[in-house]
C-alpha cells in the first residue's frame, strides 16, 4: 500500500488512493495498543499514527508531489514499464474517484470496471518493483517523505513544550503525548461523545449571530452554558492527560478534533490558554518540518486590507497593524490585489492579510478570501510562492477546513503551508470586526516586544478576555505550524 501510493504525483489523488486504506492504519493501531503498554508499543503507535495522517501535505513539503521526471532514453524496460505504469494508475485513480461521485446502474458497473482494472494494474506494478534494483527506483521518483521519528521530534522541542497527537481509531479516541523525554499513549474517549458535545458548543457560538441586543441581554448566561461545554471537552481530551500547569502544548487534532478550541478548553477555574500556550499543527511530522523550514531573511511586512460597509473596521486593522510592523508595505482597497500578495509577499517575514474570509465546504478547494481585484482561492494560493515566517488572515472562518482521507486538511492553511508559510494564523469561527481588530493589535504588540508567536498569542487572549470575558471574542484565533519567535 505504501509502495502504490509512493507513486501517484498529484494531492488530490493520493488524498483519494487513502480514502478506503485508513481502516488499515487503525486496524494496526488497534493492534498495538492490545499488545499492551510500553515503550515500544508507544513507538509503534506513534509510526501508524503518523502514516496515516496528512501524508500527501507532508509531501507537498518535501517536494515529493510533482510530476515524473521527463523520459531518458538511456533508462532500462523496467524503467520504462514502470512509468508507463504510474500514468495508468494515476489516471484510473482519477476515474474511479469520479465515478464514485456520480451515481445510477451505468455508474456502477463502470466503477466496478475502472477498479478491477486499477487492480490489474497495481498487480503489475508490485512484480515489476520486485524485479527492479533498488537504485533504478530513484530514477522514476519513487521517493516519499518521510515520517519523522520521535526522538527526531524530541531533538527540535523546546524546554517545557509538549506534543499532544490525537488519533480516531473506530469510535475510540487516543492521545499520544510526547515530551522531551518520553512518548506516552493514553487512551480516551469516544468521537461519537465529542461529537455530541462539540455540537452542543457550536449551538452556544452560533447565538452571536442573533444580534447585538440579545448578547447584550443573555450575555452572562452565555458565558456560563458555552463554559460547561468547555470543561467537558476538557474533562474527555486533556484531564486523563495529567499535563503540568505552564509551557508549551503543540496540539496535534484528528478527525472531529479539528473543530475542538483546544485553547478555550476550561477546568472549572482556567481556560488552557490561561496556564499553556498552544499552537497546533497537522501532524507532528508536519510541526517538525515548519519548525525547520527556512523562511525570508530581513524584517519586511507586507499588510493588506480590503474593507467595505459590512467590515469598516478593517481599515483601522491594518493601519494600526502596519503602525507596529517592521518595513511595512500597506496596501488598502484595490491596490491590496493579488498581483502585490504575489511580488510583495514572496520577499516578506510576516504577511497580514484582514478581509472576508469564505468557506466552501463543498468544495474547499474553492474556499478564499477577498482581494482587492479578485478572489484569492486555495488553488489559487498553491501557485505562489510564500516563504514567511507568518502569514495572518483577519476574516471569518479562515481556519476551517474539511478533513478528508488521511486526515488531510482541505482549506485555506493547507494551502498556505503548501505554498511554503512556517505558520498560520486563522479563525475556527465567524469573527466579531471590532473584537478582531482589537486582538490583532494586542498580538503584534506583544510580538514587537520579542516574545514567540505562541507567547504573543497568549498575551492577545487575555488581554481580550479582560473586555470581552466570552470565548467567542477571545479565542476564534489558532496558530498553526511553527511557533517560536519572530526575527
Given at each position: 500500500?505504501?509502495?502504490?501510493?509512493s507513486?501517484?504525483?498529484?494531492?488530490?489523488l493520493?488524498?483519494?488512493?487513502?480514502?478506503?486504506?485508513?481502516?488499515?492504519?487503525?486496524?494496526?493501531?488497534?493492534?498495538?495498543?492490545?499488545?499492551?503498554?510500553?515503550?515500544?508499543?508507544?513507538?509503534?503507535?506513534?509510526e501508524?499514527?503518523?502514516?496515516?495522517?496528512?501524508?500527501?501535505?507532508?509531501?507537498?513539503?518535501?517536494?515529493?508531489?510533482?510530476?515524473?521526471?521527463?523520459?531518458d532514453?538511456?533508462?532500462?524496460?523496467?524503467?520504462?514499464?514502470?512509468?508507463?505504469?504510474?500514468?495508468?494508475?494515476?489516471?484510473?485513480?482519477?476515474?474511479?474517484?469520479?465515478?464514485q461521485?456520480?451515481?445510477?446502474?451505468?455508474?456502477?458497473?463502470?466503477?466496478?470496471?475502472?477498479?478491477?482494472?486499477?487492480?490489474?494494474?497495481?498487480?503489475?506494478?508490485?512484480?515489476?518493483?520486485?524485479?527492479?534494483?533498488?537504485?533504478?527506483?530513484?530514477?522514476?521518483?519513487?521517493s516519499d517523505?518521510?515520517?519523522?521519528?520521535?526522538?527526531?521530534?524530541?531533538?527540535?522541542?523546546?524546554p517545557?513544550?509538549?506534543?499532544?497527537?490525537?488519533?480516531?481509531?473506530?469510535?475510540r479516541?487516543v492521545?499520544?503525548?510526547?515530551?522531551?523525554?518520553?512518548?506516552?499513549?493514553?487512551?480516551?474517549?469516544?468521537?461519537s461523545?465529542?461529537?455530541?458535545?462539540?455540537?452542543?458548543?457550536?449551538?452556544?457560538?452560533?447565538?452571536?449571530?442573533?444580534?447585538p441586543?440579545?448578547?447584550a441581554?443573555?450575555?452572562?448566561?452565555?458565558?456560563?452554558?458555552?463554559?460547561?461545554?468547555?470543561?467537558e471537552?476538557?474533562e474527555?481530551?486533556?484531564?486523563p492527560?495529567?499535563?503540568?500547569?505552564?509551557?508549551?502544548?503543540?496540539?496535534v487534532?484528528?478527525?472531529?478534533?479539528?473543530?475542538?478550541?483546544?485553547?478555550?478548553?476550561?477546568?472549572?477555574?482556567?481556560?488552557?490558554?490561561?496556564?499553556?500556550?498552544?499552537?497546533y499543527?497537522?501532524?507532528?511530522?508536519?510541526?517538525?518540518?515548519?519548525?525547520?523550514?527556512?523562511?525570508?531573511?530581513?524584517?519586511?511586512?507586507?499588510?493588506?486590507g480590503?474593507?467595505?460597509?459590512?467590515?469598516?473596521?478593517?481599515?483601522?486593522?491594518v493601519?494600526?497593524?502596519?503602525?507596529?510592523?517592521?518595513?511595512?508595505?500597506?496596501?488598502?482597497?484595490?491596490?491590496?490585489?493579488?498581483?502585490?500578495?504575489r511580488?510583495?509577499?514572496?520577499d516578506?517575514?510576516?504577511?497580514?492579510?484582514?478581509?472576508?474570509g469564505?468557506?466552501?465546504?463543498?468544495?474547499?478547494?474553492?474556499?478564499g478570501v477577498r482581494?482587492?481585484?479578485?478572489?484569492?482561492?486555495?488553488?489559487d494560493?498553491?501557485?505562489?510562492?510564500?516563504?514567511?515566517?507568518?502569514?495572518?488572515?483577519s476574516?471569518?472562518g479562515?481556519?476551517?477546513?474539511?478533513?478528508a482521507?488521511?486526515?488531510?486538511?482541505?482549506g485555506?492553511?493547507?494551502?498556505?503551508?503548501?505554498?511554503?508559510?512556517?505558520?498560520?494564523?486563522?479563525?475556527?469561527w465567524?469573527?466579531?470586526?471590532?473584537?478582531?481588530?482589537?486582538?490583532?493589535?494586542?498580538?503584534?504588540?506583544?510580538?514587537?516586544?520579542?516574545?514567540?508567536k505562541?507567547?504573543?498569542?497568549?498575551?492577545?487572549m487575555?488581554?481580550?478576555?479582560?473586555?470581552?470575558?466570552?470565548?467567542?471574542?477571545?479565542?476564534?484565533?489558532?496558530?498553526?505550524?511553527?511557533?517560536g519567535?519572530?526575527?
Amino acid at each position: 500500500m505504501e509502495t502504490i501510493r509512493s507513486v501517484l504525483w498529484g494531492d488530490d489523488l493520493k488524498i483519494a488512493f487513502m480514502k478506503t486504506k485508513l481502516a488499515v492504519y487503525e486496524r494496526l493501531v488497534d493492534l498495538c495498543l492490545a499488545r499492551g503498554d510500553d515503550e515500544r508499543q508507544a513507538r509503534e503507535v506513534f509510526e501508524y499514527v503518523e502514516q496515516a495522517k496528512s501524508r500527501s501535505l507532508r509531501d507537498l513539503f518535501a517536494g515529493c508531489a510533482s510530476a515524473v521526471p521527463a523520459a531518458d532514453p538511456n533508462q532500462s524496460e523496467l524503467v520504462r514499464q514502470i512509468r508507463t505504469l504510474r500514468e495508468e494508475l494515476n489516471w484510473y485513480y482519477h476515474r474511479v474517484e469520479l465515478a464514485q461521485l456520480s451515481r445510477g446502474e451505468q455508474t456502477a458497473a463502470r466503477l466496478e470496471h475502472l477498479q478491477a482494472q486499477l487492480r490489474t494494474r497495481e498487480h503489475a506494478f508490485i512484480r515489476i518493483l520486485r524485479d527492479m534494483p533498488q537504485g533504478s527506483r530513484e530514477l522514476v521518483g519513487l521517493s516519499d517523505s518521510e515520517a519523522v521519528t520521535p526522538e527526531k521530534i524530541q531533538k527540535l522541542l523546546q524546554p517545557n513544550t509538549t506534543i499532544v497527537e490525537y488519533f480516531r481509531t473506530g469510535d475510540r479516541i487516543v492521545a499520544l503525548v510526547l515530551d522531551g523525554r518520553e512518548l506516552t499513549v493514553v487512551p480516551l474517549t469516544t468521537a461519537s461523545r465529542i461529537q455530541d458535545l462539540l455540537r452542543l458548543l457550536q449551538f452556544q457560538l452560533s447565538k452571536f449571530q442573533l444580534g447585538p441586543a440579545y448578547v447584550a441581554q443573555a450575555g452572562p448566561l452565555l458565558l456560563k452554558t458555552t463554559n460547561v461545554h468547555l470543561q467537558e471537552l476538557h474533562e474527555e481530551l486533556l484531564s486523563p492527560l495529567a499535563l503540568e500547569a505552564g509551557g508549551h502544548l503543540v496540539v496535534v487534532p484528528h478527525d472531529v478534533l479539528h473543530y475542538v478550541p483546544f485553547h478555550a478548553l476550561f477546568d472549572g477555574r482556567h481556560y488552557i490558554a490561561d496556564t499553556h500556550t498552544v499552537s497546533y499543527a497537522p501532524s507532528a511530522s508536519i510541526y517538525a518540518l515548519c519548525c525547520e523550514r527556512p523562511c525570508v531573511a530581513g524584517e519586511r511586512s507586507l499588510v493588506l486590507g480590503v474593507p467595505d460597509e459590512q467590515a469598516p473596521i478593517i481599515h483601522d486593522e491594518v493601519q494600526a497593524v502596519a503602525r507596529l510592523l517592521p518595513c511595512v508595505e500597506l496596501r488598502i482597497g484595490p491596490s491590496a490585489d493579488l498581483q502585490a500578495l504575489r511580488e510583495l509577499g514572496a520577499d516578506s517575514r510576516i504577511v497580514h492579510i484582514a478581509t472576508h474570509g469564505y468557506f466552501r465546504e463543498d468544495n474547499p478547494l474553492f474556499s478564499g478570501v477577498r482581494l482587492g481585484d479578485s478572489h484569492l482561492t486555495v488553488q489559487d494560493i498553491y501557485d505562489l510562492r510564500l516563504p514567511v515566517d507568518l502569514i495572518t488572515l483577519s476574516g471569518c472562518g479562515t481556519g476551517l477546513n474539511v478533513v478528508a482521507a488521511g486526515d488531510e486538511l482541505r482549506g485555506l492553511v493547507r494551502g498556505l503551508l503548501a505554498a511554503g508559510a512556517r505558520s498560520a494564523l486563522l479563525s475556527l469561527w465567524d469573527v466579531h470586526d471590532k473584537s478582531t481588530a482589537e486582538f490583532m493589535i494586542a498580538f503584534y504588540e506583544s510580538l514587537n516586544a520579542g516574545v514567540s508567536k505562541a507567547v504573543a498569542m497568549q498575551h492577545a487572549m487575555a488581554t481580550l478576555r479582560s473586555a470581552r470575558p466570552h470565548p467567542y471574542f477571545w479565542a476564534p484565533f489558532v496558530l498553526i505550524g511553527a511557533d517560536g519567535i519572530t526575527g
